[in-house]
């Protein structure tokens, strides 16, 4: 019994291993934001696709509703995405990732809104602490400062995020969590198909293995293995995990990219991820 949740559990952290990646392959591929989505977009549908064959998962929309939902998922998909590597190019690792995990609590705060749930008066205490936290990582408030515009990028990542949640939330009970990450996926292509005609792209070959990589690694299998390892643990549980992502990424930065966190970005990182954390707990209980 021991050795199974070991194992479960070490499959959890390496998912989470996985998706961390995404901070500094953003940061790496020498190719504008939006394109590099485009790519790991529709190189991570063509495997989805091909896994949802070999498992046989039915990939057919049930209502006709379904067609105009799924597209709005698809859109926050696609603005989470391209306003996060913008994040990343703009300031560094640490702080987009850091900036982006405001996102559980901007969904607590916005849950009121999708469901019959009252807003609760502590989500709003951890509102304010998560702004402090960004207050602290921003160190000019002036928009000529590209960390300050990266982190603000962040922020409005993790509301994108939030309502990519959210809206996707109403389908998990009708349909497979890959076929709605495939229909995710396709709009998010079909939606930055126009890049290409725009965005130089003439460095394709020599980036393509970095963004096979994202693709496969970051987005099919980090996400799959995620997906998978709610089977045994808890919601509340996996996010506890997760909040590790950013600590990942800033060492997964410093190894490949020399990124040094300073001590706001510490200080205000600690303070975000301290506040997921407790909320984490909180909602266990």
């Not at 799924?70 to 690792?93: D, P, R």
């Not at 603000?152 to 509301?159: E, N, P, Q, R, T």
């Not at 990124?259 to 706001?264: G, L, S, V, Y």
Request: aromatic content about 12%.
């Amino acid at each position: 019994m021991e050795n199974t949740h070991t194992k479960n559990l070490s499959v959890l952290l390496l998912a989470t291993l996985f998706i961390s990646t995404s901070g500094v392959l953003g940061k790496y591929i020498a190719m504008p934001a939006e394109v590099i989505i485009f790519f790991r977009a529709i190189i991570a549908s063509f495997f989805i696709y091909i896994f949802c064959r070999i498992k046989k998962i039915d990939l057919k929309i049930k209502f006709k509703k379904d067609y105009f939902s799924f597209a709005v998922n698809g859109f926050f998909l696609a603005a989470h995405w391209v306003t996060y590597f913008y994040a990343l190019k703009l300031s560094n690792v640490a702080l987009g990732m850091l900036s982006l995990y405001t996102f559980p609590v901007m969904a607590a705060l916005l849950e009121p809104f999708f469901s019959k749930q009252k807003l609760n008066k502590i989500h709003v205490l951890f509102g304010a602490l998560v702004l402090i936290g960004v207050f602290i990582l921003i160190p000019d408030f002036s928009l000529e400062n590209n960390e300050a515009k990266g982190i603000l990028l962040g922020v409005l990542s993790a509301l994108c995020y939030a309502l990519r949640n959210l809206t996707t939330k109403k389908h998990v009970t009708n349909y497979n969590g890959s076929t709605i990450m495939f229909y995710q996926l396709v709009i998010v292509t079909a939606l930055l198909l126009p890049v290409l005609f725009f965005s130089d792209i003439s460095n394709f070959e020599s980036q393509f293995p970095l963004l096979l990589l994202i693709s496969l690694l970051t987005t099919a299998i980090g996400h799959s293995m995620m997906v998978h390892s709610l089977q045994h643990f808890s919601v509340a549980t996996a996010s506890i995990i997760s909040s590790i992502q950013p600590v990942f990424g800033i060492i997964l930065a410093y190894i490949f990219v020399n990124e040094i966190p300073n001590i706001n970005t510490i200080i205000g990182g600690s303070l975000i991820l301290l506040t997921v954390i407790i909320e984490s707990v909180r909602s266990k209980k």
